[in-house]
């Protein structure tokens, strides 16, 4: 399985219990909402085509919410939209088979009623058991025991760790009961408490706010990447428009990148038009490496503009430390600026921070002085201006003043090419402009897609060295916002703990 799966609170769709004021798609939207975790369709008595035609309605609501597809018992179905999985019963078509099938991409989940079924799906490879029925359910005619907490609890107790849900006459209350009295349950699987309530996006809200009291859901880490995998996609769906002021030497690149993405380039150093960008601009790239004294004017009134109108501004110090003047606008651009985000290469940031940073030209000259150092510096400086604070180098690091996360993704041949930190900034830039609600998270998925998609070209047969990594470099930009979930298989985020 790709996507680390979260399998808190568990949907299983059933058409006829919907209440008559909502529809079957209205009702898995709103548990969509309420943030259940995984959807699995399960349709008894719908013929092949219009089971598909549904799962690809289904699958619609689930992408926008970046949670799983499952479909039951019909692997033909689920092949036919993609789905992100299956489930199987004891009657249905074997595991081993259906792994066969369905490859090593796919989650294959298995019921279980009892120790020795559960046994089997685990050494058959299943990704997940669903264990029931624990009570009696309305929902379906049940042909086994029902387990009870002591049944669930015994079945757990047998067997090896796994990803697993209980099912069958779940509500919010018998739910903490079970949780509170078992250990090792990863979610709970509801049909009826979600699919027949009257207001189902607040029985999911009460449903997962009991369950994360015995459940603690993905890490930050896996809830970054997935964070990113939907930044990603909303770029694309968003396309906002990503005004750079940057310098000569890149710029090129950084328009072509910020298309790659699917955001729309304007490069405009005017001040005159400065004011009638920031009302359609989506954010505003500020970059320093060919500072002239008019460009330093127009960079100032574009950040006060965009400012005004609440558009994140991404500030790049290309060569903060190198001469008189560059440390002197640095400083400018930081106390007055109102910038969002601060993106500079080790040198930069560790000058900024005074931990040491060193710059020949625009380059850095130096390491970080170890992981303490580059988190303090990343972590001082955001708390100083009250800003994302991000520092790229053979490790980055990214700091909203109370964390520090790194990322270990990045070829080495991204420092043989001119201005590829400049593409990361605008590629933040891009992120930052849809992806309000987390500027932290959003420059991190930012910074993620350029590292992963330098290592996506790196390894291409048709890369030989800088000329073609660079070319090949927007290439994979390009492919990883196609598919983003890739993401996924690649990322290296972590929590640096000071
Ligand atoms: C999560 C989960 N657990 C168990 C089941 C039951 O599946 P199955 O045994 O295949 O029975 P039907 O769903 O086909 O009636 C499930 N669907 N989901
Ligand atoms: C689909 C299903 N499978 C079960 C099993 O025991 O394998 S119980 C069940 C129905 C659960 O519905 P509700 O949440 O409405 O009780």
Not at 59 to 84: M, S, Y
Not at 143 to 160: C, S
Not at 313 to 327: H, K, N, S
Not at 432 to 443: P, S, W
């Amino acid at each position: 399985m790709v996507v680390p799966v979260d399998y808190s609170l568990y949907l299983v769709t059933d058409s006829s219990l919907v209440p008559e004021n909502a529809t079957f798609l209205g009702q898995i939207e709103k548990a969509l909402e309420g943030g259940v975790t995984l959807v699995q369709l399960r349709e008894k008595d719908l013929d092949t085509g219009p089971f598909i035609d549904l799962a690809y309605k289904v699958q619609a609501l689930t992408r926008q919410f970046n949670v799983p597809l499952i479909i039951n018992d019909r692997i033909d179905v689920a092949l036919a939209v993609n789905a992100d999985g299956v489930h199987i019963g004891q009657d249905d078509m074997p595991m081993r088979r259906a792994r066969q099938i369905l490859g090593h991409d796919k989650i294959i989940g298995v019921s279980c009623n009892t120790i020795a079924e559960a046994q089997q799906a685990i050494a058959d490879g299943a990704d997940y058991l669903g264990i029931g029925a624990v009570w009696d359910t309305s929902t379906k005619k049940l042909k086994k025991k029902t387990l009870g907490i002591q049944g669930v609890k015994d079945l757990l107790a047998a067997i090896p760790p796994i990803p697993n849900v209980v099912i069958g006459g779940i509500k919010l209350n018998n739910g903490k009961e079970l949780l509170e009295n078992t250990q090792g349950v990863h979610g709970l699987s509801i049909v009826s408490g979600i699919m027949a309530a009257p207001d189902a996006k607040q029985a999911c809200q009460d449903l997962l706010s009991m369950i994360r009291h015995y459940v603690p859901g993905p890490s930050k880490e896996q809830d970054i990447v997935k964070y990113a995998i939907k930044a990603t996609a909303r770029v694309k769906s968003g396309s906002p428009l990503v005004h750079h002021m940057t310098n000569t030497v890149v710029i090129n690149d950084n328009a072509n990148a910020t298309l790659a993405v699917g955001a729309s380039p304007i490069m405009s150093t005017n001040t005159e038009e400065v004011d009638d960008i920031a009302a359609i601009n989506g954010a505003m790239v500020v970059n320093m490496g060919t500072l002239s004294q008019s460009m330093s004017e127009a960079m100032s009134t574009a950040m006060e503009s965009n400012t005004k109108l609440g558009n994140p501004v991404i500030f790049d110090p290309v060569g903060a430390a190198a001469t008189e003047y560059r440390r002197v606008m640095t400083q400018k651009y930081l106390d007055v600026g109102h910038l969002t985000v601060l993106k500079g290469n080790t040198g930069e940031i560790l000058y900024i921070a005074q931990r040491g940073g060193q710059s020949r030209g625009v380059d850095t000259v130096g390491g970080t002085g170890g992981e303490a150092n580059a988190a303090a510096a990343v972590k001082e400086t955001a708390q100083k201006y009250g800003i994302i604070v991000a520092m790229t180098g053979e490790i980055d690091y990214v700091s909203d003043g109370e964390r520090v996360f790194a990322i270990d993704n990045g070829d080495a041949l991204l420092a043989s090419i001119t201005g590829s930190g400049c593409m990361v900034s605008s590629i933040v830039g891009c992120f930052t402009a849809v992806n309000r609600e987390n500027y932290l998270y959003a420059t991190i998925a930012g910074i993620l897609i350029v590292t992963v998609a330098s290592e996506k070209a790196a390894s291409r047969p048709d890369v030989h060295g800088p000329g073609t990594f660079r070319s090949a470099l927007i290439d994979e930009l390009y492919n990883i916002t196609n598919e983003p979930s890739i993401l996924a298989t690649y990322a290296k985020v972590r929590e640096v703990k000071l």
